[in-house]
């Protein structure tokens, strides 16, 4: 395999294209994983124009979506581009699936996805990542959605903007897409291995969810969904703790393992709040905090899963899928966190990534197994490539 990594910060679309692609075509790609910020809107169109005529071809696999920022090798930038390119030789088979309908029905829309995608790689130990419309699709459902169609492990996030929480988008070779989910499968020889990690604390009382819609939470407890947040945290919610207080989200029938659910927007006339990705009726939940230390914990945490001498191969590229609410906690650009990864990795290898509206993977357990896969948020996801 081999993997070769790309960024741009111009912020002339066409001439973005014309490095990245300059920068990509010594390996003749099969597939570019492709992650941007929303900069280069109102579309993208010139800078695709740009790749594909510098690589000479447009039978590449292109996949990937917007985010708030971009991570790569040699930086974190809050505006820019970044790219991964990925040659197996042809021992990996890559395909993909798309299907818009998420904002109607995230759990319809993945569903459908997956079995597109189970159609061209039924193998249950395949590649598989997941990208979603972050302001249109319900994480929770996406994830439950695919899962009830694919058995094996797979990872991903949802899209993201530069915090306005109102469009995102997923690219699939050259076309942006809206109210999307997809999925890119390798079936072949590719080693890989993923594993996610927050930093989170729960604190203060429990609270039960007792009316809610979709990813809307209306009560809390008798109480509204803010006012109960309100008095965990000692303070109203307000918009500068949008994606960054979580709710934990305890599994059924367990004290101790939950998922993390961000606000996404505040309603005031009702006191509502609508999170990334649904909760059900009847779920325990409790108010989340984390210092600056605790949310670099989580890196350690989820690259201790990840140890060279359980993978069963040597790590040869990284993708990462961090929640903004990461980056805006830590008040950076993501730099910290790369550099944790690669002091934990213990070297450099090419890399990318995207500060996302939410994150998708399972745990990685001590014998290489895995949980069942999750949507969560303010939660750092990292995808280890041999």
């Not at 393992?257 to 006339?269: G, K, Q």
Request: glycine share 12%; charged share 15%; aromatic share 10%.
């Amino acid at each position: 395999m081999r993997y070769v990594s790309a960024k741009s910060i111009l912020t002339d679309p066409y001439r973005a294209g014309l490095e990245i692609g300059t920068a990509l075509v010594p390996i003749s790609p099969e597939v570019i994983l492709l992650f941007a910020s929303t900069s280069y809107e109102p579309d993208f169109s010139d800078f695709f124009e740009a790749l594909y005529d510098t690589l000479g071809t447009d039978s590449v696999i292109v996949f990937g979506g917007t985010g708030d920022g971009i991570y790569e090798t040699s930086s974190a930038e809050n505006y820019g581009v970044s790219a991964l390119g990925i040659s197996s030789d042809g021992r990996v088979s890559w395909s993909t699936a798309i299907e818009q309908g998420v904002q109607a029905d995230s759990f319809a829309a993945a569903g459908a996805c997956a079995r597109k995608a189970l159609a061209s790689c039924p193998a249950s130990s395949a590649f598989r990542m997941v990208l979603a419309d972050g302001a249109k699709a319900d994480g929770h459902a996406i994830v439950g959605g695919i899962a009830a169609e694919i058995p094996g492990p797979f990872f991903g996030g949802l899209t993201a903007d530069d915090r306005k929480f109102t469009s995102s988008k997923v690219f699939l070779n050259g076309t942006e897409y809206e109210d999307a989910v997809a999925i890119l499968t390798g079936c072949g020889d590719i080693a890989f291995a993923f594993n996610g990690s927050s930093g989170w604390t729960p604190m203060g009382h429990e609270g039960v969810v007792e009316d809610n819609q979709g990813c809307e939470i209306r009560t809390i407890s008798g109480q509204t969904a803010q006012g109960f947040m309100a008095g965990e945290l000692g303070k109203p919610l307000g918009e500068a703790d949008l994606a960054i207080v979580p709710l934990a989200a305890y599994q059924a029938g367990s004290s101790e393992h939950f998922f993390l659910r961000t606000t996404s927007h505040l309603h005031p006339d009702s006191g509502a709040i609508t999170t990334f990705g649904s909760v059900e009726k009847g779920t325990v939940v409790r108010v989340c905090s984390a210092s600056r230390e605790d949310v670099m914990r989580g890196v350690t945490d989820a690259m201790q899963g990840l140890t060279l001498d359980f993978l069963g191969f040597t790590p040869s590229a990284a993708i990462v899928i961090s929640c903004a609410g990461r980056k805006w906690l830590l008040a950076d650009r993501g730099e910290k966190e790369i550099s944790a990864l690669f002091e934990h990795l213990g070297y450099s290898v090419p890399l990318i990534g995207f500060p996302s509206f939410g994150e998708v993977s399972p745990f990685r357990l001590g014998d290489g197994t895995y949980t069942g896969v999750n949507f969560h948020n303010v939660t750092f996801v990292v995808c280890l490539l041999g």
